[in-house]
């Protein structure tokens, strides 16, 4: 089955700073991965989404995230963060040649804080 | 199009009492999910239907939940009788055939005291 591993459950980054979330998935044949964001009380909403091609992936509010095979990994970065980036970050998962179905599996997730 | 659409948004009942979650995923969307958050579990995939069929319960935590999808535009979440650590919030989702997103709804924040 496969399962995502977001290493960070927080992380606290000051304004126009860089940051990375780190992802890190199971092995399969083929995935799709997605970031999703939560701002608070709100449901989620995709950030980006790797189904194929290109391994750097660009979504909006200036993220950015790269599928790495290799490592199994899809990290989420970008090169300035605002404070209205505070929020909590999801990675995920679907395999979507998997024959017990195509279900999304969230991470733990990972809170980013920016501090001014 | 409005997006998913969860009701009731708050809900506050007393333990033993039936809670009836409610959804209306995106038109036209063959899949939809429902999930559970809480600080401890953080996001679980609970149950998700096909074509209005439930294809996955594993995730349903016991008897005392059940979902049905009646038709192509209303699903429901019940527990019955409901718990204290039934508190949480619920979030339906849908998707396109080929799930290249699940498209979340606000969620319902569920507090059994």
């Known amino acids: 089955a496969q399962s995502v591993t977001q290493l960070d459950s927080q992380v606290p980054v000051f304004e126009e700073a860089p940051v990375e979330l780190r992802c890190n998935y199971s092995?399969?044949?083929?995935?799709?991965l997605f970031w999703y964001v939560q701002y608070p009380n709100q449901g989620l909403q995709l950030l980006l989404k790797?189904?194929?091609?290109?391994?750097l992936v660009k979504g909006i509010n200036g993220f950015e995230a790269e599928f790495n095979k290799s490592q199994t990994s899809f990290h989420l970065r970008k090169p300035s963060v605002h404070i209205s980036d505070t929020a909590e970050y999801f990675c995920?998962?679907?395999?979507?040649?998997?024959?017990?179905?195509?279900?999304?599996?969230f991470g733990s997730g990972t809170r980013l804080s920016i501090r001014p | 199009d409005a997006g998913v659409i969860q009701s009731p948004r708050h809900e506050v009942t007393e333990m033993g009492q039936e809670v009836t979650l409610r959804c209306k995923p995106i038109s036209g969307h063959d899949y939809l999910f429902w999930y559970r958050q809480t600080m401890m579990r953080g996001l679980e995939l609970l149950i998700y239907f096909n074509n209005n069929v439930p294809i996955d319960d594993s995730g349903m935590p016991e008897d005392r939940f059940s979902a049905k999808m009646p038709n192509a535009s209303f699903s429901t979440l019940k527990i019955q009788p409901s718990e204290p650590r039934d508190s949480a919030v619920y979030f339906c989702?849908?998707?396109?055939?080929?799930?290249?997103?699940?498209?979340f709804g606000q969620g319902t924040r569920l507090t059994v005291v």
């Open positions: 790797y189904l194929s091609g290109s391994t």
């Open positions: 092995s399969s044949v083929s995935v799709y």
């Open positions: 989702a849908s998707s396109p055939i080929r799930i290249t997103e699940a498209f």
């Open positions: 995920a998962v679907s395999d979507p040649h998997s024959s017990s179905a195509s279900k999304i599996i």
